[in-house]
């Protein structure tokens, strides 16, 4: 049987007796390891903290820096005019400004005089359609009904509405500079996002420089003075990709206290309304949408799902059942959509709108150019092209998309979020390589790849942890050999589009045969299809400005120089014959052509005929092109 003690009187006396300080010469480290632990969050807590405000500063410099340019700029002299598509989304966000809608009518027009003399050329007008609709008893219950536009005196804008809603607030308060404004915010943001994201898995310098190179080593910076929506596309896929993938890499510990909503399910739906803007944007953004949705679906979040997906459709339902609301069509680039140079409908009572448009309706996919006999070897070189093309590379003008593509691929660790945005990225550039294999790019008069804008922003998530600072670096270094002539002088450069490839490392690069009747040496009549030859006759394409002189069937080259040419024939061809007549001193002169070369030494007023093989060329819609 057991019995219970009271404790000894010597125990009990002990306990009075005053402490004496605890001496350990070894301490278990499992006893402190909760401390370190503690120390160790609020030491990277305070490093975060420092390295957040250092993105948040950058983005701040870029706002300002940009915002600064287009609050002081006399901005309608320095553009040398409305080029490209910039006269539409012009008149589209000034008619919002300050008449509340989006018609064109007479005043429309006289507007724009108020800032360029040259006028609106190449604005894109549609007539209108009347819609009724009427209840029947049976499906689908609801009958519409279209006519032609009764009132005569208007028209509509043949583009997006997308980015004039957004830009129309700043044009409102601060006139044709508020779209500088407005696209240096879009600039500050995307740095911002772009450093969050990078820095929730590397240190602050690393976030610093690539988020940096990404946004600015690139051409992406010169459309700051574009009006149009390339960098607003660019905006909105980044921000919605930010906003659906942040909560993938970062923690409680280091999302800023403001920013704490991208860790809920709430980011989503905020992504998908920014992806629903690009898809208004541009429709081929549908695509885009696809990864959110595909992952919540692998991971049967489906409640999640289908909130985002009537979300994304509401938004973009929204959006075209506007453009329907206003135009009596959903498809802005359809229905009897013409576009005008030098004359406008309205200016007099003669200038109707059939009289002085050309018809530039975009109502189906031309299957019968796009499939030709010609498909894969126009694919395949196009492809190439997309990546080192001279006037539309990822190399020369998206840099860090490929450095991000690089580190993706030789990551230790790759998740499957980064798998949906490459194979959707892969998908948004071969449905541009496809449907639009001869203007993949955007037009002669555009700043390397513009449609790949939308697309670019989808590759920062590409980019794994990075530790190495020097690695960082790259971007920047590599983007900016290119891009810095481009950046650093973007009203120059954007009414000048051919003048920064006649230089520099651009000039080692290939020439995109495949585009060129859109290279941007179009936008100079007196370098672009100048006629040559007898039988056949043949056009010539000239480059760079070392060619000079230029008279039926001769031109003079620069002496210790370079000129770049092209040729397109409407018949094949397998020689290429040149006359070479040489000036008043000795020279050596080589000619190449499609892997084809030749040098000749030539004495002072010496003349020699040469035969150069060159293949069957480039197929260039029934014709051939060749490099010279």
């Keep these: 049987m057991s019995s219970i003690r009271p404790p000894s009187p010597e125990v009990s006396d ?3 007796e005053p402490a004496v300080p605890l001496k350990l010469s070894r301490v278990d480290p499992v006893f402190l390891e909760p401390l370190r632990h503690e120390a160790s969050k609020i030491e990277f807590a305070q490093r975060s903290a420092g390295g957040v405000r250092s993105g948040f500063i950058a983005a701040i410099v870029v706002f300002v820096l940009y915002a600064g340019l287009g609050l002081s700029v006399q901005f309608p002299k320095v553009a040398f005019g409305l080029q490209s598509d910039e006269s539409t989304y012009y008149m589209m966000t000034y008619s919002l400004a300050r008449d509340g809608d989006l018609t064109y009518r007479r005043a429309d027009l ?6 360029f003399s040259s006028g609106p050329s190449g604005v894109f007008l549609k007539r209108g359609r009347d819609l009724t609709f009427s209840f029947s008893g049976s499906f689908p219950f609801v009958r519409m009904d279209s006519r032609p536009d009764p009132d005569e005196t208007r028209l509509y804008y043949g583009k997006s509405l997308a980015y004039p809603l957004f830009a129309a607030p700043f044009v409102a308060a601060l006139g044709t500079n508020g779209f500088i404004v407005f696209h240096a915010l879009l600039l500050g943001l995307m740095v911002w996002a772009a450093f969050l994201f990078l820095h929730a898995r590397s240190s602050s310098e690393v976030a610093l420089l ?7 080593a690139t051409v ?15 905006a909105v896929v980044l921000l919605g990709y930010f906003c659906w993938l942040y909560k993938e890499v970062a923690t409680e510990t280091i999302v800023p206290r403001w920013h704490r909503w991208l860790l809920g399910r709430g980011s989503d739906v905020v992504a998908v309304i920014l992806l629903g803007l690009a898809t208004a944007s541009k429709p081929t953004n549908i695509l885009l949408v696809g990864p959110p949705l595909l992952l919540m679906a692998f991971r049967r979040q489906w409640r999640q799902a289908l909130v985002t997906s009537v979300t ?9 059942g506007l453009t329907m609301a206003i135009a009596g069509e959903w498809n802005f680039q359809g229905g009897d959509r013409r576009t005008f140079y030098g004359a406008y409908p309205f200016q007099t009572s003669e200038h109707t709108f059939e009289a002085t448009g050309a018809d530039r309706a975009t109502d189906r996919l031309l299957t019968e150019i796009v499939f030709s006999g010609d498909f894969w070897t126009v694919l395949w070189h196009n492809a190439w092209w997309f990546v080192v093309g001279r006037y539309s590379g990822l190399l020369p003008y998206f840099f860090p998309a490929l ?12 998740v499957l979020w980064q798998y949906l945005v490459l194979a959707v990225a892969i998908a948004e550039i071969l449905v541009l390589l496809i449907t639009i294999p001869y203007n993949y790019f955007g037009g002669g008069g555009v700043l390397g790849n513009r449609y790949f804008m939308t697309t670019y922003g989808a590759f920062l998530f590409l980019l794994p942890p990075i530790t190495s600072v020097r690695w960082a670096a790259v971007p920047w270094i590599v983007g900016a050999l ?8 973007p009203f120059f450069s954007s009414f000048y589009p051919a003048e920064h490839a006649k230089r520099g490392l651009l000039r080692l690069l290939p020439i995109e045969l495949s585009l ?7 936008t100079d009549p007196k370098k672009a299809r100048i006629w040559f030859g007898d039988r056949p006759r043949f056009q010539i394409y000239f480059l760079d400005d070392n060619a000079y002189d230029r008279e039926r069937n001769s031109f003079w080259v620069r002496g210790r120089s370079r000129a770049d040419i092209l040729i397109k024939s409407a018949e094949p061809a397998g020689h290429l014959a040149v006359t070479l007549a040489n000036g008043p001193v000795q020279n050596t002169v080589t000619v190449r052509s499609m892997g084809a070369q030749q040098t000749v030494s030539l004495q002072a007023h010496e003349a020699r005929d040469i035969m150069l093989p060159i293949g069957e060329g480039f197929p260039y819609q029934g014709r051939w092109v060749w490099s010279a």
């Design 516 to 522: 060129v009747n859109e290279l941007p040496v179009n």
């Design 110 to 115: 006289e507007r724009v005089w108020q800032d």
């Design 14 to 16: 002990r306990s009075k």
């Design 403 to 414: 450095f991000a593509l690089g580190a993706f691929a030789f990551a230790r660790r790759r």
């Design 220 to 234: 992406a910076p010169s459309y700051a003075v574009w009006i149009t929506p390339e960098l607003f596309n660019l």
């Design 210 to 216: 690539l988020a940096t190179s990404f946004i600015l």
């Design 312 to 320: 994304f459709a509401a938004v973009v339902g929204a959006a075209f």
């Design 482 to 489: 290119f891009t810095a002539q481009i950046t650093l002088n």
